[in-house]
């Protein structure tokens, strides 16, 4: 949902990605009609509450997904070729030195009972035919390079002996490995303290842009996306409903999703007096409502946003939204503006 | 307005390699050889072994040797437990006797172990048809009693030491399978399998280097009760004339050959009997004491 922009062919693109979930309550609709799209070299966030589909995004593109789930529709181009037709066997030449992925829980993400070394010297081994000797040589590298001290010595080192951060430093490490062009990253700060969490984003940050390594992050900390990303796309209840560059999203939000979710995220610089929840749940995804999927907890909703689901517009410069009257998120931001 | 600012991060320095060392050096509160049960069960199959293994040094009759002049000796210092109805020598029948049962036991239970393992995992790490092909192979193994299915396939197989190995493959390996399957079924919901297949590791990979090590535990646990299993059923096949053939000594064929003479000679049934009791009896408390010591969350 690029249009304004002209850019030359992007790195990933995802095309109208549909994935659902057999449930016992039925069919879960968990992406209804995503599209994405990565260029070489950027950063885009993914954000959105809970359950509104960005990590079955990510692992739909990766295609790892849970036995229960698949992809209905759609297609997910990497360099042209259609990452969803792949057989398991040609998607395991892909993932690692194409696409690597990092997850929320260093902890869980790596194996407990493998030597810290040997997990980030497998995909060397793997991928690039690398012997014992030369994959530890390369695992050795990579700790010093995203700033495990003493690597010698915590090669040999088991999981539960590092820290959170150092945890994930790993798993970066990990994602590194094979000298990928994309990463995915799921939350990979979420269950880090805010210090930490700091210091693990400016050393992706920096090691991306020194290896021009594309990022998707999804995330729900608008503080994170505002850091890392250039490009921001929101996600509600299975569908993008903004997207654009991360300055004009978050400064000039277009759907009342975007304003809701800026409005619950803490500023320092303006202190409010008291931060703004949406009320409501998300929506079931079962059966979703008629519509706008937002509408029943959108207090601009009118008659015409029960009626038919809107399809993204593009406002200006490569900022599309999906809401009909996103004029009003704009009045509103306006007064609030005067009012301070 | 500026809606999203983050505070300039200064990092806390995470946790530092000296707490870490210091975690390390703490003694870990189960050692193994404070487990009254493993160091027991350890101190009797080592006697066991040592035993069996030393036999040329304990004894200086030949098992299979009959002296007609001397049958069904008593005790004496000669010949420590007597002697049998052809005159052989009945210590030095039990430790070779027991040399030829705990080799087998010790063998027979690798191959159901190896099996087991093998189809546990791919059952519980594929799903679908087939883990529904191998837990239908299981029930049907299940379904008929250890010992009864032992005894109809060496019945089928003909005795001797091959057919032992046979049908205790045959019907052990469930048991593996089962204890594997389920253990798997957990493991590869845990994120590392997920981080492992995302990093386009082929699934016999995940499944050898990622997923069992983290499993096996349980099935070496369960291989130690196993053991005991085997040596009984061993024994028991002897005992009934389909295991190990005479003259080749062995603890079932003694307690066999011993019985038509209970009321007179009973050291010739009992002895091999009791051998048979505390070899079971220390395997089991191996198992206990490493179950105790390996079980996780202890």
Known sequence: ?340 | MSVISLPAGAGSPESSPQAAAAERAQPRRHRWYRQPALMAGLVIIGLILLAVIAAPLLTSYNPDTQNLNATLAGISSHHLLGTDQLGRDTFSRLLYGGRVDLRIAFIAVLFPFVLGTILGSVAGYFGGWIDLIIMRLVDIVVAFPFFVLIIALVFVLGPGERSIYIAITLVGWVSYARIIRGEILVAKRQEYVLAAQSGGLSNLRIMARHLLPNVITQAIIYAMSDIVQDILAIVTLSYLGLGIQPPTPDWGTMISNGQDFLTTHWQLSTIPGLAVVVTGLGLSLIGDGLADLLRPGQ
């Not at chain 1, 229960?68 to 181009?77: H, I």
């Open chain 1, 1 to 340: 949902m690029n249009g304004g922009e002209s850019m030359s062919q992007p790195l990933l693109q995802v095309d109208d990605l549909h994935v659902q979930i057999a449930s016992r309550r039925g069919i879960v609709r968990a992406v209804d009609g995503v599209s994405l799209e990565v260029p070489a070299g950027e950063a885009v966030g993914l954000v959105g509450e809970s359950g509104s589909g960005k990590s079955m995004t990510l692992r739909a593109i990766l295609g790892v997904l849970p036995p229960e789930a698949r992809v209905t529709a759609g297609r997910v181009l990497l360099d042209g070729v259609d990452l969803a037709q792949l057989d398991n066997r040609r998607l395991n030449q892909i993932r690692g030195p194409k696409i690597a992925m990092i997850f929320q829980e260093p902890m869980s993400a790596l194996n407990p009972v493998m030597r810290v070394g040997s997990q980030i010297a497998e995909g060397p081994q793997v991928h690039m035919g690398m012997n014992r000797r030369q994959s530890a040589e390369r695992a050795l590298e990579l700790m010093r390079r995203v700033g495990i001290p003493d690597p010698e010595r915590r090669f040999s080192s088991f999981p539960h002996e590092f820290s959170g951060g150092m945890r994930q430093r790993v798993m970066i490490a990990i994602a590194l490995s094979c000298e990928p062009s994309l990463i995915l990253c799921d939350e990979p700060t979420t269950a880090l303290d805010v210090t930490i969490q700091d210091q693990i984003l400016r050393l992706l940050v920096r090691l991306c842009r020194e290896s021009g390594t594309s990022l998707v992050f999804v995330t729900h900390d608008l503080p994170v996306v505002a850091q890392v990303c250039h490009q921001l796309a929101v996600m509600y209840a299975g569908r993008i409903v903004e997207h654009g560059s991360v300055e004009g999203v978050l400064t000039q939000p277009c759907h009342p999703y975007t304003l809701g979710l800026v409005r619950s995220a803490p500023d320092v610089d303006h202190p409010r007096s008291s931060l703004v929840a949406i009320p409501g749940a998300p929506p079931s995804l079962v059966s979703p409502p008629a519509g706008c999927r937002f509408h029943p907890r959108c207090k601009f909703a009118e008659e015409d946003c029960t009626v038919s689901d809107p399809p993204l517009r593009l406002l200006d410069a490569g900022h599309a939204t999906a809401c009909l009257h996103y004029e009003r998120c704009l009045d509103e931001l306006r007064t609030e503006g005067a009012d301070r």
